[in-house]
Every structure is written in structure tokens, then in C-alpha cells.
């Protein structure tokens, strides 16, 4: 069974999953071949992919239990919720060893229900490696189930916006953990422990995060919990606005935000639970090889790999050949478009024809599916404006390290000193500035000031080698958008960058 994106599809394949819906039920069914109109409701739906047939696999949860589930979150049925608390940890608990490698499909407009079960699934599993009991596992389920219901109480319009938020529309939105809290506080049957999850799982470590700015032990452990499962599952979740991540580079952001917007220890704890290259998904390899997952070994960063350009199934964490070969966060446009050439929709499909039910007549026909689900758009030479960043950092190999992970998205500046960057802004005019914190002659915080009083008023992100409470506080006192950790790491860089350059943490991922 391989996951393919929806753009990929082509007509004749077998649908590997079921795909439901919370109120529609099962819209398609395994083994049901795949035709124009549905991959096109696919696509307009807001669908990633679809797993088709190879070999049958067994679902995480009953067809019948993520039914019954996306259904009573939609209805915001509490006592169902609770109840079915109980069947998902049982279920959960049985296969208590096993990681999660799979990658959830879900429309845009169906995106509560399905996201409040994963958040719920990778709460236990996280409670399951944290040698969690039975009760306090449920209590994760049920947390993860109840956290967005706060969103039914704010309007649909703002909730499926297919956009990001401005500044008025997120303060409407983050009141959706008041709204939550509010909804469940009367009742008995749910524990304190978990009212205060739902609450507080917006708070970040550093006390940036909403709706009180609470910060460390401030914030209770099954709030931490829903915060990591939370962020991951958005963030690999596709916006209209946004591509979604993948499994590895969700991660990495994890890790960038280690003790910064989430607790260490639970980071530990989802890392032992998910795989960063779900098996059935396409990979690039370091050497620019495109290959495909065939399955996982014990380090789940070195899968078994279809390497489709040298036709072989190689496993990375024994092969020689490959030992040096290391597999790309990111796949490079050019390498994008040139495999998506390869992989032009026609007519045949890839799956056995007595095993395909057979396509209308009028479908078959051979047609470039991504230019007609995209439209056709002109082709012009003219680049887009990137967004200037300017980076001021006394360490050249820091210096350089950080303009190479930016350069080929954004227009970058760099200065060796405060005074240098002080004597340039205006004539740079950027749209950004990473500025090191400890430097020699003038710190970054006295250059943000003299920068502000030079008329430049930029987002400011904070590069330091320190995460203690007095260099938050001094990060926050001079204005700034955020503050990253050296070393850097490039995915979490570059999304606190978009965070920054769109206003306000969370909203790009909200």
C-alpha cells in the first residue's frame, strides 16, 4: 500500500483506506477504483493523497470506532466522547509497541474531527512510553478528543478560512480554549487534569503562547502533552495557504522548539512514537536519487527505499554503497518538477486489470490532471520579490551556516556587527532581522534599539546561545518577534521566519 498525492492519482487505482468523513460516513471505500470525478472531489476537498492497493494493511483504529468518533466530536457529544475514550486506549494499549506510520487524509472542511483524533491517538502512545496508567492514558485520549471544540463555538467562516488570520481574526480565534474549557467545565465525569489541558494547550515554555502566558511548570503535563501532539499534527496537516510538512520536517521543528515553545521531555517521548518517512511516501536521497519507503528498520531514519532511478530495494541502515547517503528534508523545485514530468497522468493504470473495476468510457483519456485541477496558469520570467532578511552575527561560521539555510527563499544581507547593520538598515530595508544577542562592542539588544531610533521598524528574531529565563526577558524587553537557539535548526528557522513575517506565533499554524 502506497500513499500517493492527489495530484499523482490516476484513474483505475484501488483505494488502499477507506476515506470518511465525520456526517458522510465512508465516501470511499477499499478497493473502490479511483475515477476522474473522484479524484478531482479529492483535490477540491483539500485531500494530500490517497493510499492505494498494493497489499492490504490493517487499520490503526476499527473503521467503524473513527466513525463513531469523527461523528461525535462534529456533534460535540461529550458523553460519547468519553465513552469512546475508553475504546481507543484500550485499542491503543494492545498495540502499545508499535509506532505510527501512516499519514492521516482529511478535507479541509473536515478538519477538527480528524485532527482531535490524531492529537488524541499520539497523546496515549506518548502516555504509553511515558509509562502512563490506564486511567491517565484515557484521560490523554479524552483530552486530545475534547481540545478544539472551543472552534464549534466560533464561526465556521473564520475556523475554514482558506487563508491566514489577521491580527483581530486570531484574537478571535485563540478564544477557542476558553470557549473549549467553558464547554466541559460542569461536568463531573471529566477530570480536572484534562479541563486544564484543553485550556492551556496554546502555552508555550518560554510564556509566549496563550491564553494566560504561562510558562514551565506553570503548565500542566497533559497540556505539554496535547501542545507537541497538537503542533505536529498541523502542521503535517494541508492549508489552502500552505503545503503541508512532512513527517521529518515537522519533527525538526519539534526540535528547534525544544524548551522554547514545547518541554524536552515530551519532544523525547513523540519521537519515540513517530516515523519521520511514513512508509509508502517518496523520498530524495542526498546523492538526488527520487525513491519511494518500502519499510521501516530499527532506525526509523534509515528505512528500506525503492530507488526509482536505479530500479533496487535498498535498505540505509546496512547498505555500504549508500552509508554516506542521507535522505532530504527538502526536495528542490527543479528535482520537483522534473519527477512530476516523469510521472505524467496516462491512461493505464499501475495495478493489476483483473483486479480493476472497470473506468467509464468517457475517463479514458489520456490528459495532464495536475494542469486541469490546477488550471492552466501563464508562464512568466519575471521572479518574485523576495522578502529581504538581514542577519547580524559576530561568528562567521554561524553567519554563514544561517545565510546558506535562507538564501534561496529571501534576499540576504550580512553584517559581522551591531554598528555595521546600525550604519545599513536604512539602506538595506529589510523585511526581517536575525540578529545574534551576545556580541562584542555593541549587543544585539542596544543595535535593535539604535535600529529602531534609525526609523526601522522590521520583525526582529533573536539569535542565542542561551535559553535561560533573564535572556527571554531581555529578547522581550527590546521588542522582539521571537528568539531562536543556536545552533540553528533550518526548518524550525524558517518557519518562526514565516510566523514573524505574518504577524504573531501560532497563527500559520493555527
Known sequence: MRFIETEKLKMGMLVGRDIIESGSGVIFSRGQALSFAMIKQLFDKGYPGVYVMDEPKDELLPVKLIKETYNAVANCDINKIIM???????????????????????????????????????????????????????????????????????????????????????????????????????NTAISDEVKMAVLLHHENENGTGYPYGRSENEITEYAKILHVADVFDALTTKKPYRKEYSNANAIDYLEGGRNILFDSRFVDAFEEIIVPYPTGTGIMLSNGDMAEVLMQTADYKRPIIFNKSTKEEINLLTSEEYANEVIMDEIPEDKKKENNEKEKVATIVETNP?????????????????????????????????????????????????????????????????????????????????????????????????????????????????????????????????????????????????????????????
Open 84 to 186: 469512546l475514550s475508553d475504546r481507543i486506549t484500550d485499542i491503543l494499549l494492545e498495540s502499545r509497541d508499535e509506532v505510527l506510520d501512516i499519514v492521516d487524509m482529511r478535507s479541509y472542511n473536515d478538519y477538527i474531527p480528524h485532527h482531535s483524533l490524531f492529537v488524541a491517538i499520539y497523546a496515549v502512545k506518548m502516555g504509553i512510553v511515558l509509562s502512563y496508567d490506564k486511567n491517565r492514558l484515557k484521560d490523554l485520549c479524552m483530552a486530545g478528543l475534547l481540545h478544539d471544540l472551543g472552534k464549534y463555538k466560533i464561526s465556521p467562516n473564520l475556523v475554514n478560512k482558506k487563508g491566514v488570520l489577521d491580527n483581530s481574526e486570531f484574537a478571535i480565534m485563540k478564544k477557542h480554549t476558553h470557549l473549549g474549557f467553558e464547554f466541559i467545565s460542569n
Open 354 to 510: 483483473d483486479d480493476v473495476v472497470p473506468v467509464p468510457e468517457a475517463d479514458r483519456h489520456e490528459f495532464d490532471i495536475t494542469a486541469y485541477l490546477y488550471g492552466e496558469k501563464e508562464e512568466t520570467d519575471e521572479p518574485k520579490e523576495k522578502k529581504k532578511i538581514m542577519i547580524v552575527d559576530d561568528v562567521l561560521v554561524s553567519l554563514i551556516q544561517t545565510k546558506g539555510m535562507l538564501m534561496s527563499n529571501y534576499e540576504v544581507s550580512t553584517f559581522n556587527s551591531g554598528k555595521a547593520a546600525v550604519s545599513n538598515v536604512n539602506f538595506i530595508k529589510p523585511d526581517l532581522i536575525l540578529m545574534d544577542y551576545a556580541m562584542p562592542e555593541m549587543d544585539g539588544a542596544t543595535a535593535v534599539d539604535k535600529i529602531r531610533e534609525a526609523g526601522c521598524n522590521a520583525p526582529v528574531i533573536f539569535l542565542t546561545g542561551k535559553c535561560d529565563k533573564e535572556t527571554v526577558y531581555a529578547c522581550k524587553k527590546s521588542g522582539a518577534a521571537d528568539y531562536i537557539v543556536k545552533p540553528v535548526n533550518a526548518v524550525y528557522l524558517k518557519a518562526r521566519i514565516e510566523v514573524a513575517l505574518f504577524e504573531k506565533g501560532g497563527k500559520v499554524f493555527e
